[in-house]
């Protein structure tokens, strides 16, 4: 038995090695910076690093408080990220109950592989192709010229580009929960349908009392770990899509820290924005989590 | 189950499949729309006339790229990039899980690491602390800052060791009686047991590393270094900028100054690998979403 257990160690140790450089690349990457939040509570110059800038408590905090920019920025990533987590699971919820009604498998494939090929274009992509398509003198104003219609500055008019946020986000992953949902659908038991039909259920009755019922439980699951991505508003596609006039209604915290960072150069206050925004998404990430396996015994590990 | 479909039923078909059709076209028209920019005539493109079809048919744009290198000088880089970075990626990737993918009563320190791991999920240093260690590490401007920074993703770990946790215990225990070591098992046993996740991983691995573009911007300080996406976004990004002040009668006037017809073939040349690679690999795609999603 002694000669196992040395074999034990001697295993270990290949398991431990397998794992260094995974950890060495996450401490460098993702553990350093998170050290370096400590800038968040200083008046941090970059010339004199970490441990010679200031210490200033939470005034950087108050600070960003105190910004109404901030605070429209709060408001702005709820509610789009709000929308695009419900319209993320209602419209492909609609489209995998429609396919599932096609007859024709062909159909039902070519819309299947067609509607999943935005889910990876980059928005860098996907960006310039909104422009040309929305622009002033882009291909959607000219439809609207000739049904004789006023050309409409989508992209740079607050009433408008909100709503093309959500619905260009909503569209380009419209595809991956189309298929997690009709990979459900198609999964119910076959019997429920058949003992529904002896009773006389029409196709209507059975997707209200079987379909539907059937895939709930996934769907509330994936609203709710959605919902715990409630700060996570699409820095990527807003940060390409973007402009002044348009701020008002689309900026975002991501964008906001940007901004302040990167473009005014207040290192501390936007890593104290950012912190803010990293401690309230983790609350909420943890609470969705929670219900989840409370309410669904869902794990992630 | 040949029964005669019911009036009620019948327009429902109908409706469903213009509703779906109009989905699907949504998605097409605009590739087909960018495509038949790229080969009109950029004065018929400037002037609107272009739909689905190229209007005095083309190729100067195309040209033009060839003649300018800027655009296919980020493609390289961009194609150094996807063959590094998945290699690098999908290598940290197995080496990570197959450990992570052990009980606690055969690797006694697992839930040590993978508390480690999992933290990096939930909570992050953020935009500006990354770019100062970035910058402290003189990573600024270097090609490695496209790959390290990304090159451990938790979540595709998690994936892998899910399903290296699907391979019969058996296997591992035959292998191990005869003497294997950890390595050999990973390498001899479990890698080829696992060539359908493998593949799925690498290519949304690739993928993503081909479309990423903000760390490119965000560390490169010169444009002859970004990877295409990159170059692409800093274009839009940087047309956005001089959009204040300016009417949307103003703005169209600039938009037609700066070329459709060449924006429009950057852009279709930037998705080929894309639709060259996503009809025949969908289904890995699809199983990958499968394997990611319904764990246990």
Known sequence: ?301 | MKIKDSMSRKVFNVFNIVVLSLVTLSCVLPILHILALSLSDSTAAAAGKVSFYPINFSLEAYKYLIEKKDFFNSVGISVLRVVIGSVINMFLIVLTAYPLSKSSVNFKHRNKYMIFFAITMFIGGGLIPTYMVIKSLNLLNSFWVLILPGAVSIWNVIIMMNFFRGIPHAMEEAAAIDGASHWQILFQVFLPMSLPALASLLLFTMIGHWNSWFDGMFYMNSPEKYPMATFLATQIINNNKNITNMTPEQLAAMNALSDKSIRSSQLFLSIIPILIVYPFLQRFFIKGIVVGSVKE
């Open chain 1, 1 to 301: 038995m002694k000669a196992k257990t040395k074999n034990d160690l001697y295993q270990a140790k290949a398991l431990h090695i397998m794992l260094l450089p995974a950890v060495i690349l996450t401490l460098i990457f993702a553990y350093l910076p998170l050290g370096g939040i400590v800038m968040a509570f200083q008046e941090f110059k970059p010339l004199m690093g970490f441990i010679d800038s200031k210490w200033v408590g939470f005034e950087q905090f108050a600070y960003i408080f105190s910004m109404p920019s901030f605070w429209n920025a709060l408001r702005n990533t709820f509610i789009i990220a709000f929308f695009k987590i419900t319209l993320s699971i209602l419209v492909p919820l609609v489209l995998a109950l429609l396919l599932n009604e096609l007859i024709g498998q062909k159909f039902k494939r070519l819309v299947q592989t067609t509607i999943f090929i935005p889910y990876f274009f980059s928005w860098a992509i996907l960006g310039g192709m909104i422009i040309e398509i929305f622009a002033y003198d882009g291909a959607i104003n000219h439809f609207i010229n000739l049904l004789g219609g006023e050309s409409i500055p989508f992209l740079v008019s607050n009433d408008w580009f909100r709503e093309i946020i959500i619905g260009t986000d909503v569209w380009k992953g419209m595809g991956y929960n189309t298929v997690l949902f009709l990979a459900a659908i198609t999964n119910v038991d076959p019997t429920l349908y058949e003992a529904a039909m002896v009773d006389g259920a029409g196709r209507w009755k059975q997707l209200l009392k079987i379909t539907i019922p059937c895939i709930s439980g996934m769907v509330i699951l994936l609203t709710i770990l959605g919902l715990g991505g409630i700060l996570n508003a699409g820095f990527e596609q807003i940060f390409i899509l973007y402009n002044p006039i348009v701020e008002q209604t689309v900026d975002i915290i991501d964008t906001f820290v940007y901004r302040l960072g990167i473009i005014s150069t207040q290192y501390s206050a936007a890593a104290a924005a950012g912190l803010f925004k990293s401690i309230v998404s983790m609350v909420f990430v943890g609470v969705s989590y929670w219900i989840a396996y409370k309410t669904t015994d869902y794990r992630v590990f």
